[in-house]
């Protein structure tokens, strides 16, 4: 294995290990505990799973692999705080996207090229990218990584 | 620059933008601030401060870099739970040693070979290595990545 596939790998294997990680959690939660704040007055679980679903469907515009599948998403978990959008989709649909979105995405990763992981994502402009080579689809991937763990940290602080 | 630097300096760049971030909030902390829980019952701020820099110490022997600079602190914060050892290092003390941790971790980064990036790291033997190339340098980098912001998303909660 060439140093620049292990490198991607190790990227990679970071990310599954960390949705694989919210996943366990998100997944085994009843609709009454998705409604628990992770700590007085701070988001709820069920805000957090979404928020989490719609910033990992926005990548596959970003990484150039396609639009949003659920783009109804961004309005309740993304642009919204929580609490402040009253009907939320049900945790069968938000499950369902979920594991969607992630399924996407994996697949797309197991897809690129080296040189699609060195090169830019569709959100910097070539005079940018030129500048700034780490503004590549990598560098996403492992700033989602970071945005994931964020939030299983705040998760596991939820009363049980 | 080619792939394999990119992907270096991509993960090497999310590191530093977590530890600058948890940096950002524990620095400006008062002694009596740092006594606050994250959330009920949970792990005070100075706990997840020693916390980090003894994860951080440990990884200048896991990464071949050099002994720990601060073994000390491991009794405290890793093999022991908060508030199960009374008498914590004052927080000069423990701010000293963080930045020391960072920055002999940046200095050691700075200095990786992209095959010292890609080889193994020392918990891991020669066999194992061969049979799985993601437990490598960059990989723990990755790791700890995650780790930092997992609990910097803790500490994001604390109230103010």
Not at 24 to 45: C, H, M, W, Y
Not at 139 to 146: A, D, G
């Amino acid at each position: 294995m060439a140093p620049e596939q292990v490198f991607i790998a190790s990227a990679v294997q970071a990310w599954k290990q960390n949705v694989e990680r919210a996943d366990k959690i998100f997944s085994g939660l009843s609709d009454a505990q998705l409604q628990t704040e992770v700590a007085p007055g701070k988001n709820r679980l069920v805000y957090l799973w979404g928020h989490l679903t719609a910033v990992h469907d926005a990548m596959l515009p970003l990484l150039g692999v396609g639009d949003k599948l659920h783009p109804e998403l961004a309005a309740a978990f993304l642009t919204a705080p929580d609490k402040a959008v009253a009907a939320l989709p049900p945790t069968a649909e938000l499950r369902r996207a979920w594991n969607e979105v992630n399924d996407r995405l994996l697949t797309a990763f197991r897809n690129f090229t080296v040189f699609d992981w060195a090169g830019k994502h569709t959100a910097v402009s070539d005079e940018a990218f030129a500048a700034d080579p780490l503004r590549n689809r990598l560098s996403v991937v492992i700033s989602r990584t970071s945005h994931v763990a964020y939030h299983v940290g705040q998760v596991a602080l939820a009363p049980k």
